[in-house]
Antibody
């Protein structure tokens, strides 16, 4: 079955960087677009970024544009999110999520449990 | 950017009740609207995609409908496991956006 397992979260100081990873299994990773979505403590879901199945196209939320970079490595079945210049309001659980094979790559059908990023001094 | 206005932000209901949650898009998104259920500490779960299509394995008491830029999630005969937070999500055009969420609580 589809499994998405995030890692790489932790406690980090403002202005520092992290790289989040998402290990995918149970499906043909190089045929699917992938997303990152986050949820700050006590807040709702916020879409962060999406990458096309072939890695050629990316889109970002305005709140992270220029600071975050989404990428994927199909040889490792792994999705990444490089997060730079972290701010306190970036503190959240970061979920990776899969787009469906058909029906549009902006949609999301499966989600991982998430990894927690806490930004504090 | 497309804004998704979800209402209500919370509601109280009893087992067996029918509840309705609404999302309004700030402009046309065609049928590109999904509904998700989120339990604390768990991954979100897809319930409805393309505004009204039930995801495989989701109980038929969940249904979705649309009228223009208004979208509705209806849960008939609420069950104990349905007490959760629900989110709409537009997959029409980046930046992609979620509604603010509706917390369904036990009355």
């Amino acid at each position: 079955q589809v499994q998405l397992v995030e890692s790489g979260g932790g406690v980090v100081q403002p202005g520092r960087s992290l790289r989040l990873s998402c290990a995918a299994s149970g499906f043909n990773f190089n045929k699917y677009a992938m997303h990152w979505v986050r949820q700050a403590p006590g807040k709702g879901l916020e879409w962060v970024a999406v990458i096309s199945y072939d890695g050629t196209t990316e889109y970002y939320a305005d709140s992270v544009k220029g600071r975050f970079t989404i990428s994927s490595d199909s040889s490792k079945n792994t999705l990444y999110l490089q997060v730079n210049s972290l701010r306190a309001d970036d503190s959240a659980v970061y979920h990776c999520a899969r787009a469906p094979y058909s029906g549009g790559w902006y949609s999301i059908d499966y989600w991982g449990q998430g990894t927690l990023v806490t930004v504090c001094s | 950017d497309i804004q998704m206005t979800q209402s209500p932000s919370s509601l109280s209901a009893s087992v067996g009740d029918t509840v309705t949650i609404t999302c309004r898009a700030s402009r046309t998104i065609s049928m590109h609207l999904n509904w998700y259920q989120k339990q604390p500490g768990q991954a979100p779960k897809l319930l409805i995609y393309a505004a009204s299509t039930l995801q495989s394995g989701v109980p038929s008491r969940f249904s979705g409908s649309t009228s223009g830029t208004d979208f509705t999630l209806t849960i008939s005969s609420l069950q104990p496991e349905d007490f959760a937070t629900y989110y709409c999500y537009q997959s029409y055009s980046p930046p992609l956006t979620f509604g603010g969420g509706t917390k369904v609580e036990i009355q």
